[in-house]
């Protein structure tokens, strides 16, 4: 059975940094291409961040260059160093596999003077 229990949320202000973790189970973590997704309120879950089984990254426009994804595949844990956030930052953050499976509970990040 998956499960991803994703951590690390909190309150920030404009400017700061959180640094979010994925420990997943029941996956084939070590072949699995992973994600980091967000949902904003009123809006769909997006895609925020990609990473490979062995390391390369990939990002949305909107967080490259402030945002850095990066993965423990001996832990099959996975993290999101947010850097220069932005109260459009604020959303639920979630992880998963790609293609996604079942949904964990996501952690809230807030962003905000």
């Known amino acids: 059975q998956v499960q991803l229990v994703e951590s690390g949320g909190g309150w920030v202000q404009p400017g700061g940094s959180l640094t979010l973790s994925c420990v997943a189970s029941g996956l084939d973590f070590n072949v699995d291409a992973m994600a980091w997704y967000r949902q904003r309120p009123g809006e769909e879950r997006g895609l925020v961040a990609t990473?490979?089984?062995?390391?390369?990254?990939g990002y949305m426009s909107f967080v490259k260059g402030r945002f850095t994804i990066t993965r423990d595949n001996a832990k099959s844990t996975m993290f999101l160093q947010m850097n220069d956030l932005k109260p459009e930052d604020s959303a639920v953050y979630y992880c998963?596999?790609?293609?996604?499976?079942?949904w964990g509970q996501g952690t809230q990040v807030t962003v905000s003077s």
């Open positions: 998963n596999r790609l293609p996604h499976v079942t």
């Open positions: 990473i490979t089984f062995d390391g390369d990254p």
